[in-house]
């Protein structure tokens, strides 16, 4: 089994900054694509950023040129920096991480609150 776990969430004004983090542990084999999701009240699960194996990157239209996603393949760990928030990037942010053994949609973490509030 493959855990990632977030770190990082919390309160900040409009305008702030926030970096999430998500390590992967357990029998991993080996790491492909990693990435950000963000689901708010009343809506469904999004992409955010994601990030695969060689370094590509894809972001969703409304976090372009605010967050940066990034990774560290020696500490199987994907980070999310996230600047010029808004308060509608308020969410429950998680981590997939697409990874050998393989996992149906890949594994997820428990979540991490971002609330951007003043």
């Not at 702030?16 to 990693?34: D, E, K, P, V």
């Not at 990435?35 to 990030?51: C, M, N, T």
């Amino acid at each position: 089994q493959v855990q990632p776990v977030e770190s990082g969430g919390g309160l900040v004004q409009p305008g702030g900054s926030l970096r999430l983090s998500c390590a992967a542990s357990g029998s991993i084999f080996s790491i492909n694509a990693m990435g950000w999701y963000r689901q708010a009240p009343g809506k469904q699960r999004e992409l955010v950023a994601r990030i695969t194996g060689g370094g590509r990157t894809a972001y969703a239209d409304s976090v372009k040129g605010r967050f940066t996603i990034s990774r560290d393949n020696a500490k199987n760990t994907v980070y999310l920096q996230m600047n010029s928030l808004k308060p509608e990037d308020t969410a429950v942010y998680y981590c997939n991480v697409e990874a050998i053994p393989r996992a149906v949609g890949g594994y997820w973490g428990q979540g991490t609150q971002v609330t951007v509030s003043s």
